[in-house]
């Protein structure tokens, strides 16, 4: 039975920043996932490291704390954050006093941002007339108030818990995915030296049962710590809120444009990568965040926020949609909209921890903190040095495209691709396919991802499967949702039932949204790998 100072439970961007603060301040930790790293919430968000600026006046702190953080992000991981200028278009009411009014108003409201704008290397914002509004985005309806602008910043959320799971491991920390916890038991241990208490945690993992000891369990699992929490004989409360998003087949605006919805919500299209991302609902959920689903409801209440803004949104084929689950901090009353975007830690006693709430972008604050808890607990361990260390990647500048594309023979745009995604490392991906050349190939177009960059992240970023690779390296998930990808890439792994596992995922996000072309698309997915590829559907899958 191997014993650590410190177990984490959830493999989330929390749960990975804590493993990776824990073992770089030289506590023996174990990560544990029971599926993959930011396979829920943490990468069921809006890819975004923002500063909050809708929690301004109700939650200050939290605009401050996510600018900060951002910041500091921007230092360890430089290559995965990329800018998004926005803009916030002010439309007519027929009132044209109070138009002018509420124009000052939300510039008003934005010189205070403006405080927090250096924390994040953040341009401060501009007022626009509708004239200079149209010659920026001219995809805007015509006849604006004006706007403002913005700065706000973009990111993998995959590749973000990816790289801090690889820099825990790099510092000692045991990490184990798709392996569930089972049991969570308090117990005494005496020795000759010593005499404290330790938590027994039951594993279930891919090698079958087993047994860790921890002297202290953080609980990090976002929706589903209440669950965790009774393990150990604690009762947690949260707030859980549902957030949708749908994914467009093209970028719109090289701008991010915020809308607003029919029930007077914020709702904001933003380019992210070689795609559009709309978003987001907020709503209470009380299922099991294990069975999310998207509704048609929830994918027109978005479309119809942002048509009213940038009408041409309906002429782009949506790809997909998907859910997450925010697991918000309870309270009563205000609307989903209006909840605390704050965190908080629970001691549950005998070195037992829960942490909820919070924000992708003050993900590594929050960290630092649930490891000042845990160094209280064991009266153990350095320093946090997560906002100095830089990620894998993050220590170097990555190199240009045409550089790597030419020293390795790689397309300009995979090479690209490869250096957003890797960084200063991108030549160490790339090198696996000097040493094995049938690696150059290109496996997904759409992504520019080489069978090299799939064999990376198989064999040195704990990739078990094609859902995996999903996550690591935006396999399958380009306009063609994966018809030209996946066959191959499972050829790679030696394993058809991985097809069929990545198949069932983007049919999910596929389902709400069949209509027009990409209804055809999925006709063509299905007849692809069910027709022609003649792979065989079990009756578990929804192709029928």
Sequence with gaps: MKSFDLLVIGGGVNGTGIARDAAMRGLSTCLVEKKDFAAGSSGANSGMIHGGARYLLFDAKVTRLS???S??????APHLLFRIPFLIPVLPSGHELFDQAYLYGVECYFEEYDRYQPLKNGKPHTRLSDQELHELEPGVVQGTVGAVSMDEYGIDPFRLCTLNARSAAE????????????????QDDIDSDSHYQYWRVGLEGPSGSEEARARVVFNAAGPWAPKIAALGGAELKIRPGKGVHVTLDRRLSNYGIVCRAIDGRD??????EDSC????????FYGDPDELSVSQDEVEYLLQAVERTFPSVRQARILRAWAGVRPTLWQYGPLEDRLSRDHKIYDHGGGFFSIVGGKLASFRAMAEEAVDTVSRALSKGGRCETHKTPLPGGEAPAPAAEELSRQHDVPAFAAARIAYRHGAEAPRVLALADERPELRALCCPCEGVTFA??????????????????????????VCQGARCIGPAAALLEDLSQARELLDERWKGQRPVLAGDGLAQA??????????????????????
């Design 523 to 544: 006709e063509l997915l299905q007849s692809t790998y069910f027709g022609v590829g003649a792979l065989q559907n079990e009756g578990t899958a929804p192709w029928r």
């Design 67 to 69: 600018c900060l953080d």
């Design 277 to 284: 991302i709309i978003g987001t609902t907020d709503d209470d």
């Design 171 to 186: 510092h000692g920390a045991d990490v184990r995915t798709h392996t569930q916890v089972t049991r969570l038991q308090r």
């Design 71 to 76: 910041g500091y992000i921007q230092r360890i």
């Design 267 to 272: 709702v904001f299209v933003m380019p992210h």
């Design 453 to 478: 960059e799939l064999e990376f992240a198989r064999t040195r970023e704990f990739a078990a499967g094609l859902l995996d690779l999903r996550r690591r390296c935006r396999l399958a998930m380009g």
